[in-house]
């Protein structure tokens, strides 16, 4: 079993509607929680951080961490033609030096 | 700035042969990485440094090699390519908070 999960998609919504994407994870000692947004043949970039249960909200996206479901959602409100891209979820164990556990990414549409 | 670059862009290979991979960063950040992406794998780590002259083994880094002898450069080493290492390899350089990533390898290996 991977100790991050994430469903690959792809998954297709209107322009103007609510993304909702989510990660499970099994590793009790992760302690922060990123989404990366990666556009086709490009590299991932950091979208979202967040290190406490809860939500953190940025403009369109918000960011939600249960950590006691050990589960992560990342929502973007009003989606665009520009949010098509794929969304990866990543954590971190300090206590693992720095390094990222990445889930496997899912592919969103959203079409005009 | 041009932040973290990759060289090559693309490079296809037969099996038994070697290459390197060239990562630089300008960002002047101690730790480095080098991911491979598969698809629905998500990103992996090969293998990471902590510092000029330093490295580590990450989750796959069974048929690479690394070094690090500048802190602006991560060289990471195929030595005998095989099929399975066909991929995207990404670099990328870390402050505390945040990875920066490259704009990718594309490697086939027939």
């Known amino acids: ?112 | 700035n041009a932040g973290v670059t990759q060289t090559p862009k693309f490079r296809v290979l037969k099996t038994g042969q070697s290459m390197t991979l060239l990562c630089a960063q300008d960002m002047n950040h101690e730790y480095m990485y080098w991911y491979r992406q598969d698809p629905g794998m998500g990103l992996r780590l090969i293998h990471y440094s902590v510092g000029e002259g330093t490295t580590a083994k990450g989750e796959v880094p069974d048929g690479y090699n690394v070094s690090r002898l500048k802190k602006q450069n991560f060289l990471l080493g195929l030595e005998s390519a095989a099929p399975s290492q066909t991929s995207v390899y990404f670099c990328a350089t870390a402050t505390s908070n945040e990875q920066f990533f490259g704009p990718g390898t594309r490697l086939t290996v027939l």
């Open chain 1, 1 to 112: 079993q991977k100790e991050v999960e994430q469903d690959p998609g792809p998954l297709s919504v209107p322009e103007g509607a609510i993304v909702s994407l989510n990660c499970t994870y099994s590793n009790s000692a992760f302690q922060y929680f990123m989404w990366y947004r990666q556009y086709s043949r490009k590299g991932p970039e950091l979208l979202m951080y967040t290190y406490s249960s809860g939500n953190k909200e940025d403009g369109r996206f918000t960011a939600q961490v249960d950590k006691s479901s050990k589960y992560i959602s990342l929502f973007i409100r009003d989606s665009q033609p520009s949010d098509s891209a794929t969304y990866l979820c990543a954590m971190e164990s300090r206590a693992a030096g720095n390094k990222l556990t990445f889930g496997g990414g899912t592919r969103v549409l959203v079409k005009p």
